[in-house]
């Protein structure tokens, strides 16, 4: 299944894009690729891919004020252009910024250069607004082959994934319904959450997160940053 792995691609127009997806049993011990943490605390990291949007971000943001919680967003360079403003607050309201390339690129589908550069750029836009920051990348899609874990490492980057019980696969519109007893009944200490503030109608994660929030607080769960998240463990 798709989610137990960090994927395998079966099929590469381009011969020098590297094809082979290395699996998380391999990558694992390593401690370069994060999925979750082993903790005694009731702590959740909630992270938000593809935005920043100028209709969905807002609302994540407002809902996250409204119980006290911070989450982690990997936004796309080209998308940190457009709406600033909203990078801006999503910053000063105590969150923090990852890297999800320049343009959304899957590993499985350009050259490890081509990689490189978008993630770079990206980074440098990030730093505008988060200086000093820590160096977070999630590859889009989850892809990740040896090379670019080998060059993520040497530039500094934690690769964040997600708990492999932890994709509600909200980008998809289940219902928010499904988002809410999925996240819900799969929740555990030191998870790292998968949603998305972008990409599309995400009106679903918007009124999902309505339930969630108060739900998982009721259970005594925090809702934290990636870094506060990793402050708990080795990593």
């Known amino acids: 299944m798709v989610s137990l792995f960090i994927m395998l691609c079966l099929f590469c127009a381009d011969p020098s894009v590297h094809a082979e997806m290395i699996k998380r049993t391999e990558v694992e011990p390593t401690g370069q690729v994060i999925w979750n943490i082993q903790t005694p605390k009731k702590i959740i990291a909630l992270t938000f891919d593809d935005g920043p949007n100028p209709v969905y971000t807002p609302q994540i943001l407002d809902l996250l004020k409204q ?3 911070h ?3 990997f936004e ?3 998308r940190m252009e457009c709406y600033p403003s909203v ?8 969150h923090e ?3 999800h390339t320049m343009t959304h690129s899957y590993a499985n589908r350009v050259t490890l250069e081509r990689m490189q550069q978008d993630i770079m750029r990206a980074q440098l836009l990030i730093e505008k607004w988060q200086p000093n920051g820590p160096l977070y990348f999630r590859p889009p899609g989850g892809y990740i082959d040896q090379d670019l874990l080998e060059a993520s490492h040497q530039q500094g980057y934690k690769i964040i994934l997600w708990a492999w019980h932890q994709d509600p696969r909200d980008w998809a519109s289940p219902g928010s319904d499904k988002i809410v007893d999925h996240v819900i009944k799969q929740a555990h200490n030191g998870d790292i959450v998968l949603l998305h503030d972008g990409g599309g109608d995400q009106s679903q994660t918007v009124e ?3 339930t969630i929030l108060p739900s998982l607080q009721k259970q005594g769960y925090k809702f934290v940053t990636v870094s506060q998240l990793l402050k708990m463990t080795n990593h």
């Open 76 to 78: 796309i360079g080209y």
């Open 67 to 69: 119980y006290n919680g």
């Open 208 to 210: 999902a997160l309505k």
């Open 97 to 99: 910024l990852g890297n």
């Open 71 to 73: 989450a982690t967003f």
């Open 87 to 94: 990078v801006s607050r999503v910053v000063q309201e105590g």
